[in-house]
């Protein structure tokens, strides 16, 4: 591509067009708005992805292990997603694919520890602190790193470690 465009800007300079040197390539960021948007709708596609999941396939929710195993799949699959960043709409689909996973697993890690929410807290707390530290999104690094805290606060509020939620 790169060689197809010096091709084209020397003969734009032969038929003096141009002069100069060829403009350096660069990416254009999308606007503000624009990227609030997408998330907004990687949201709402999370949702709807659920919903789907939960309506048309009811049992993958029934079944804890299938529920789990599909959750880590769609994380899985986002991850491979968000490695090859391609364009804003890739990125937010990729987004909602990882959320609609992490509520899956989260529901499958809740109903395998049924006897103690304390366990499954911390379980989710490790699982996002692991999600911070691997994905390649900045906004899903943020998403995890604040479900991260939340769980672990939740956490040593049943443990009865209330005075120190404060400082997390």
């Known amino acids: ?14 038929a003096g067009i141009v002069a100069g040197r060829p403009p350096e390539g660069g990416t ?5 708005y624009v990227k609030t948007l ?8 999370a949702i709807f992805l659920l919903g789907f999941i939960g309506m048309g396939l009811q ?7 299938a529920a789990f195993t599909t959750g880590a799949m769609m994380i899985t699959g986002a991850f491979f997603v968000l490695r ?17 996973g992490q509520a899956l697993v989260v529901y499958a890690i809740f109903q395998f520890s049924r006897d103690s929410d304390n366990t499954a807290l911390l379980l989710v707390a490790l ?14 690094r943020v998403f995890s790193s604040f479900f991260a805290a939340f769980s672990f606060s939740l956490f040593m509020i049943g443990v009865g470690w209330t005075f120190a939620v404060s400082a997390v």
Do not use: C, K
């Open 1 to 14: 591509m790169i060689r197809e465009n010096d091709h084209i800007w020397i003969e734009l300079q032969q």
């Open 28 to 32: 254009q960021e999308s606007p503000w």
């Open 38 to 45: 997408l998330a907004f709708s990687g949201w709402l596609a």
């Open 59 to 65: 049992f993958i929710i029934e079944n804890d292990f």
């Open 84 to 100: 090859t960043p391609q364009n804003e709409f890739v990125e937010h689909l990729a987004l909602a694919l990882s959320l609609a």
């Open 127 to 140: 699982l996002q602190v692991m999600l911070a530290l691997a994905m390649h999104n900045y906004i899903h």
